[in-house]
């Protein structure tokens, strides 16, 4: 079975950083790429970031780059997002998600920034 | 970007009768490998989005077959034959051809009459 499971959120106020976490598991993550999507509260989705299988090819949307760096550690089965300079619109549930056609995701995280 | 846009917005059906979200995109998701990268998502209230169908018509495993999925180019379709109270939720189009960024339509709230 496949399953994403997302930690690190919390509370943080405006300017601070968090780092998030998605551990994997029931599938093969070092031959898959992943992505971060968020939701604001009450909100749609919004992709955040990719990255391939090895770490070669990334992708931020505008809202976030330059901000936030998505990283991975294949040899742990893990997904990060390190996540600087937070504003009050990064409040969301982040959650991670398999592949480029998106097809499995986590429960998500809840990062809110807020002084 | 891609601005996917989805009507109605919010979609009262009554317990078994049909019921269909229409999804349309700013351009062409034909890929240049004459795939079409359009998937639909299903989000139950507090969970986490479920992938329903993928490259327009492609159930996902385990999706009742009451899920279809349509359609071409710009225009989209998710119709739901038979609706049951299990799939009161969010529902949202995603395109992934012309990517980054992968882009959604705004969602399409499903509620029981």
């Known amino acids: 079975e496949v399953q994403l499971v997302e930690s690190g959120g919390g509370l943080v106020q405006p300017g601070g950083s968090l780092r998030l976490s998605c551990v994997v598991s029931g599938f093969t993550f070092s031959s898959y790429s992943m992505n971060w999507v968020r939701q604001a509260p009450g909100k749609g989705l919004e992709w955040v970031s990719y990255i391939d299988s090895i770490s070669s090819s990334i992708f931020y949307a505008d809202s976030v780059k330059g901000r936030f760096t998505i990283s991975r550690d294949n040899a742990k089965n893990s997904l990060f997002l390190q996540m600087n300079s937070l504003r009050a619109e990064d409040t969301a549930v982040y959650y991670c998600?398999?592949?480029?056609?998106?097809?499995?995701w986590g429960q998500g995280t809840l990062v809110t920034v807020s002084s | 970007d891609v601005v996917m846009t989805q009507s109605p917005l919010s979609l009262p059906v009554t317990l078994g009768q049909p019921a269909s979200i229409s999804c349309r995109s700013s351009q062409s998701l034909v890929y240049s490998d004459g795939n079409t990268f359009l998937n639909w998502f299903q989000q139950r209230p507090g969970q986490s989005p479920r992938r329903l169908i993928y490259k327009v018509s492609n159930r996902d495993s385990g999706v009742p077959d009451r899920f279809s999925g349509s359609g071409s180019g710009t225009d989209f379709t998710l119709k739901i034959s038979r609706v049951e109270a299990e799939d009161v939720g969010v529902y949202y189009c995603m395109q992934a051809t012309h990517w980054p960024p992968y882009t959604f339509g705004q969602g399409t709230k499903l509620e029981i009459k």
């Open positions: 998600a398999i592949g480029a056609d998106v097809a499995y």
